[in-house]
């Protein structure tokens, strides 16, 4: 069975907004390029992104203690 012509769609490069081909044969998608894909990596690596966590509720502390 042969492949059919690829129907790719064309996205927005996270880094620098370009335009990045998001198919099998861009292997740095959702990147247009290895070097916004490196750029990337590395503001993840040192920190500039980052995932605000929200410290869960110490449930503990409202409890009495029932050490003596």
Not at 23 to 52: H, K, M
Request: glycine share 6%; with cysteine.
């Amino acid at each position: 069975m042969s492949e059919g012509p690829s129907f790719a769609r064309k996205v927005r490069c996270p880094h620098c907004g370009g335009e990045s081909l998001y198919a099998p044969e861009n292997r740095y998608r959702p990147f247009c390029s290895e070097r916004c894909r490196a750029i990337d990596l590395g503001a993840w690596s040192t920190e500039q992104f980052r995932v605000e966590a929200h410290p869960e509720p110490d449930d503990d502390l409202d409890e009495p203690s029932l050490k003596h």
